[in-house]
Structures are given as C-alpha cells and as structure tokens.
C-alpha cells in the first residue's frame, strides 16, 4: 500500500487492495459518526492521498444515510440508500479540498458528519489508488468515538518522510459536534503556532474542524501523550503520515476514543512484519498506571506517558491499572498499518463482515475467550476456523485464545461479502490485507466498549436527552426502575444504567445537566399602540446573539408599525429562546349607533345601543344623558336627539346623534249604518283615519281588512288599525238592528146588517221602526 524508498529517493508504486468491512450487531455500528479528515501528502502529480472513500454497511435492516458537512453551507449533502447486508462506497475525492482538515491550526469547515436510519458501519479510506502507494483506513467508531477527554497515542520510532512535497507529519484532527464547544488543547511537542506544554484554547462550532500538526517530522518530535479536553463531545483522528520504514513509506491512523471508552485489558496479536518492526505503543491516561505484559511488571507510567513494546510473540496480554491507550503499528514486511485496540474484557462482536477486495494476503487475527473458539462460522463454514487453530494467549491463565489464520481466494473471495460469526460468546478481529512489497491495510472492526452512555451532558433547557445504551444487551435496568433500551432525560441528575451482555454485568453513570435559561426577557403579551407612537423592544442579554424577523441582529428592535415581531436569542452556550409579539396599532373608534327611531306615543320607552367595531382594548361611552354604558333606555315624550361618543384609551373620540320622534296620534271617524230590519246584513261602516305614519292597515278580528264594511250583520266588529311604523289604535264598532215587527188584530166588529158596512177591524203594530202601514186586500191603510 505504501511506497518504498530507494537510495535516490525516487517512489516507486505500491499496489493496494481495498479492504470493505461490513461490521454486523455488535460491530462499530451506529446511526451517527463525526470525522475529522487527516491531510495526507499528495506528493505533486502522484496523488498519494487520493481517492478517498467513505464505505458503508448495513446490517439486518435497509438504512438511509445522509453524508454532510454541517458548517459548510454550499456543501448538498449526499444521500445513500442502502438496502439490507449490503455496502457502498461514497467517492469522495471530489470534496478532497472542502474535507481534509488543512492548513494546520486553523479554524475549518470541513467535519464530516453521517447519520443513518437504521445501524450501519462506516470507515474512511485513503485508497491512494492512483499511484497504488500509501493508503489507510479509518474506522469510525459513532457513538464510541464522542467524548470529552483525550490522550493521543503515536509512535515514536519511525521519521515521517522528507522526500515528498508537501512533506508529511503527523497530527490530530479535532470536529466539534455542537455550537461553541471550547477545547483546550496541550501538546507534549511543540505544534504549528504552538509551543509544547503550553495548554491554549479554541472554540469551535458544530462541524468545525482543528489540526494540532507536529512542528517536526523527527520521530521525537511527535505528539504522543498530547492531552485535549472539551467542554462538549468532540471526535479526534490520528495520522502519522509516510513513516520512513526500511525502504518503505506508509501512513498509519485511526479515529481515537476518549478516556472514558478506554480499558485495562488488552492483547495484542503479531501482524506480518518484519522481525523487529511491530510494535505497540501504551499510552497511560492517568499517573502510577502500572503496566504488565504476559504477568510481569514492566512499567509505572503517567498520564501522557507513552511505554514502547516490540511484539515479538504471536500474542501478549497487556494489563494497565488504570484506563489506557494501546496504538498498534503492524502490516507485512515494512509497510505499516495503525489501529487503536479495543479493551477485550466484556467487549467485541458477535458477527463482522468483511469484503476482500484484491489476491493480496489477508490475514485475520482473532481472539475470543476460552470454550468459544469452536464454534466460528467462516461464511457458514466451520472448518475454516477450526478449535485447532486456536492456543492460549499468554498471561491470561488459559482465559482467552487467539489464531491467526490467512485465506485463499477460493476460501474468501475477492469482492464478496464474507461474515465471521460465533454465536458463543463475543469476539475481537483484526484484518490485515497486503503484501510485504505492496502496502498493508490494518484495522479492528470488532465492538469497541462494553457500555458507553457517552460523556456527561449540559443542554438547553426544553431538550430532551436521549440515553442510548444500544440494542446488543441481554438487559437493561436504569436507576428510574425502567428497563428499556434508551431513556428519555428532561431533568438534571445522575442517571445510572446496569445492563448484562452474556456473563458480563456491565455499569455506566451519566450525569446531565440543563444550562440556566437565557436571561432573555421579551413582552409578555400581544400589544396595542396609540398612533404616532413606538415601542421599543428589548431582549438584551449577556454574551448573546439575536435575529429578528427581518434578520437583523441588535438586541432592541424599535416597532413604528403594526406587524408580528420575533425575535430568536442564543446565549453564550448556543442555546435558543425566541418569543413573537404581535403589535396592533389603535385606530379612532369605529361608532355606530342605532338607527333614528319613531315611537307611538309620548312616553313609550326604546333602548339605543352603541358599538365600536375595532374595540380593541376598552372603549369608554358618553351620551347626552349623562349614562356612561353601551346601551341607555329613553322615554321622551316630545321628539328628542341624542348624542353618544366613544373614547379608546388613546384618547381618541367619535361622536354620533340618534334622534327619537314621537308618532302623532292614531285616530279614526266612523260611519255607521245598523241593520235597517231585526235579521237584515246590511249594516255597514265606513273609516276615515288620521294620523299616525299612514300606510294604516286595517285588521279585523273577523278578518276582514279594508276600511269600510258592507253588508253586516247586526254585532259588534273590533279593529286594530296600524299604521307604517307598527304604531297600532284598537276599537269596536257596534251595527244594531231593530226589533222583531209583530203585527195583530186586537179588535173585530161585525156588520149589523146584511148589506151595511158597518164592519170593524183594529189592527196593532209592534217593534220594528214606527211609522206602520197595513195592506187589507190591497189597500194601504196608515191606521
């Protein structure tokens, strides 16, 4: 993979596979990874440092992953669906000048950052396959790689070569993942605009990039044991670049974890170099860390102290008593790999996949507890991995067990996905791919921490905190009593989570704190304004930024006119409050009023209502008569007007009149005709009415409505006569009719003699109207 030196310093080309691991359950997976991309010496026209890929694996479940650099606005992310058990590489050579964290000691915008849908692996390659010569991968770690607290593991043994333009060093690389995240950084030797031991800080914002880069190449010179700590989650990445080995040059890196993820038990397996080249560099993250290799004591180190050992044996077990860094520098004859190990003791995988992508040699180290190592599934095959391959790893009292195994391309294929499973127990595997003249891949797939809750938390108040334990435990107790695999944090507090992994009973203790609230005060309510006036809104706070709705950014705004303001504050620990106020300005009261009214008699009582159509806030009332409500009672008895107004709280007054008239009386004149006989219908009556608003409308009670009436019987006929406004006059009116007419003979004389006329009859009339005549065969007699 890296290019040899020869005595002319001429570079010649190393070929290089493409190592694609897949990662499964209890690999470095997750659904969020943060990078820092390493500069790597692009050597002119032979472009060493490219291409760059970022290779993706999914597990059991199809994801899709969002490839971004979040404080670069003009990068459009990448989008990659994947669907389950696959990989796929992102090119990502075109972004090599926007990605690599480059010029040293410089703010950038160049983090790398990668969420998913669903669990996947992910690793950043420098394929370098365009001069087929020094090229690295590096693992992200998620979760694992966040934190805090960092040492930095280096070697110490090796030169970064001077032959190349630009000439290669080593370096850290430092991506914040939140906004304002102060880190302070002590370099053991001095760094480009930085003198060794002297701690000094920088603030980065999230997606923010740093590089703390050797101001020498000299292998002394580097940063091994350098200290970085922060006040929120940050990710580091190491790389030692074009390390001049024998008459190869090879870059070596990895994505660090943070103190909290190292561990005490570690063992490191023997890669394929040449006798006297591979090494492991133990870094103490704490003071009187005594170390042992195989049961004996070989050191007592300091925090930031570095203990160089020369893994001579197939397999050694390194113990620490305190938490430490192990940097492993292993390949194939010269060419060099690097990778940070993980902890063995209650960590690794259940199954990790991997794709072998050239004929080169590939090389697996695995090591796994005793009474596992029978039961590996090599693509489905157990005779690949058998028991026998396995011995004991020194130290461990027979504990753990380790092989080294290297397969053909019959047994692992070039370019197919290839799977390592044990159902047992977990297991930890390093992959080696490459040639003793070609170049050499190195890496650790395998799960790195055995409970990682991540660094204690202090959000904004209103956030939620999700705790994520992963979902590769047996159990899950939190210190609430619940017994779920993630827990929902609103308040602050310790929170302790006790989960089981196998025979492994496994503690972590997180403490989450909430920042005080902003300070930020805005009006409390919606308001209303008098014309002509302003109002000035203040939301000053301290060592805060502010944007208004029309993206200015002063801490007052001054309101000269109606409209909704919003404003958004982010105090000095980048958390954000924003309030909306709307402001209405108050216009001269819109009065109406009830309209002029005509009332039937003097006396008579209406209620006159006035109303404020834009009554806003209270409105005052005035009328003439001295009442101060919405609505008064009159009773005038002659024609009056009134006046009421209305004053909002600016001040402001409208007027209006209402006049109240009295309707001159309703009258009427009658001509009555009665009956002319007892029994006749033909009486009549005829009206003439008068005041009142005309338009009079007639109503009978007998239904009748006009105003004259014929053809009635003898009775009584009452009227409600109306006029136009509804003003009404009630009445009878009686037809009569004269007695019944009865007629007799009250006396009768006869003739005396036959032939004289001196017969008599006296005939009587009553009732009926006098004045009666009496017909006797046809003669009218008065009497």
Not at 35 to 51: H, K, L, M, V, Y
Not at 490 to 498: F, K, N, Q, R
Not at 646 to 661: I, L, Y
């Amino acid at each position: 993979m890296k290019p040899k030196l020869p005595s002319l310093n001429y570079i010649f080309a190393c070929l290089a596979g493409i190592l694609m691991i897949t990662g499964n359950t209890q690999a470095q997976n997750d659904t969020e990874f943060w990078f820092a991309a390493p500069e790597i010496s692009q050597n002119g026209t032979r472009n060493f440092d490219r291409p760059i890929y970022l290779r993706l694996s999914t597990l059991g479940q199809p994801a899709t992953v969002t490839v971004s650099l979040p404080a670069n606005p003009t990068f459009i992310p990448i989008v990659v669906n994947l669907p389950a058990n696959t990989t796929q590489s992102v090119n990502l050579t075109p972004f090599i000048n926007i990605l690599e964290t480059r010029p040293p000691n410089t703010v950038l915008t160049r983090g790398l950052h990668v969420s998913s849908t669903a669990r996947v692996a992910a690793y950043y390659e420098v394929a370098s396959t365009n001069c087929n010569c020094n090229p690295e991968i590096f693992a992200l770690k998620g979760k694992d790689a966040l934190g805090t607290e960092f040492y930095t593991p280096f070697q110490n043994l090796w030169t970064n070569s001077n032959a190349y333009n630009p000439v290669p060093y080593s370096a850290f690389d430092i991506v914040a993942t939140e906004d304002n995240t102060t880190i302070t950084i002590t370099p053991t030797n001095h760094v480009v605009g930085h003198s060794a031991g002297i701690p000094y800080t920088i603030t980065l914002n999230r997606g923010q990039t740093y590089s703390a880069r050797a101001f020498s190449t000299s292998a002394a010179r580097h940063l091994g044991g350098s200290h970085v700590v922060s006040d929120k989650p940050i990710a580091v990445t190491i790389k030692d670049d074009l390390l001049r080995i024998g008459t190869c040059a090879d870059v070596m890196g990895d994505q660090l974890v943070p103190v909290h993820v190292t561990g005490t038990t570690y063992i490191v397996m023997r890669g394929f170099m040449d006798p006297g080249l591979e090494h492991a560099f133990i870094l103490a993250t704490q003071d009187n860390t005594t170390l042992t290799i195989n049961g004996t004591f070989v050191a007592t180190l300091n925090a930031g102290q570095t203990y160089t050992y020369q893994v001579n044996d197939p397999a050694a077990f390194i113990e620490t008593s305190a938490p430490a860094y192990v940097l492993h520098a292993s390949g194939f004859g010269c060419e060099v790999g690097g990778a940070i190990l993980p902890p063995v003791e209650c960590t690794g995988s259940n199954q990790i996949g991997f794709t072998r992508s050239t004929t080169e040699s590939m090389g697996l180290n695995i090591m796994v507890k005793a009474g596992a190592e029978g039961d590996f599934l090599l693509n489905g095959n157990p005779a690949l991995v058998p028991a026998t391959a396995f011995a004991p790893v020194p130290g461990t009292a027979g504990e753990w067990m380790y092989a080294q195994l290297t397969f053909s391309t019959a047994e692992v294929p070039v370019g197919a996905v290839s799977s390592l499973t044990n159902n047992t127990d977990l297991f930890h595997l390093g992959i080696i791919n490459g040639g003793a003249v070609t170049g050499s891949r190195f890496g650790y797939f395998s799960g790195f921490n055995t409970l990682n809750l991540g660094p204690d938390q202090v959000v904004c108040r209103g956030d939620t905190v999700i705790l994520d334990a992963d979902d590769d435990k047996d159990t899950y107790l939190w210190s609430d009593g619940s017994t779920g695999q993630t827990l929902a944090v609103t308040d602050s507090g310790t929170y302790t989570l006790i989960a089981t992994k196998g025979s492994c009973v496994l503690h972590d203790t997180l403490h989450v704190g909430f920042f005080p609230p902003t300070g930020a005060e805005f009006p409390a309510e919606d308001t209303t304004l008098c014309q002509n006036t302003s109002l000035l809104l203040d939301a000053t706070t301290p060592n805060a930024t502010y944007q208004w709705q029309d993206n200015s950014t002063a801490p007052t705004y001054n309101v000269t006119s109606p409209g909704v303001y919003t404003v958004e504050v982010t105090d000095g620990n980048g958390c954000v409050e924003s309030d909306t106020i709307n402001v209405h300005y108050e216009s001269p009261p819109q009065l109406s009023v009830s309209n002029d009214t005509v009332l039937c008699s003097p006396g008579d009582a209406t209620n006159l209502l006035a109303m404020v159509a834009n009554d806003s806030v209270p409105t005052s009332y005035s009328w003439s008569t001295g009442d101060t409500t919405s609505s008064i009672q009159v009773a005038p008895t002659t024609t009056s007007s009134y006046t009421v107004a209305a004053t909002n709280f600016c001040g402001t007054t409208t007027s209006r009149p209402v006049t109240v008239a009295i309707n001159p009386e309703l009258s009427l004149s009658a001509q009555l005709q009665d009956a002319s006989c007892f029994g006749a219908n033909n009486g009549s009556i005829a009206l003439t009415s008068a005041g009142g608003a005309g338009g009079y409308v007639y109503n009978w009670a007998h239904g009748a409505s006009s105003a004259s009436l014929t053809g009635l019987a003898p009775g009584t006929y009452a009227l409600s006569l109306q006029d136009a406004i509804g003003c009404s006059l009630d009445t009878t009116f009686t037809i009569s009719e004269p007695p019944m007419l009865l007629a007799g003979v009250s006396e009768v004389q006869d003739v005396d003699c036959f032939g004289n006329a001196t017969g008599r009859l006296t005939a009587t009339a009553e009732g009926g109207t006098p004045g009666y005549e009496f017909s006797l065969d046809g003669v009218t007699y008065s009497n």
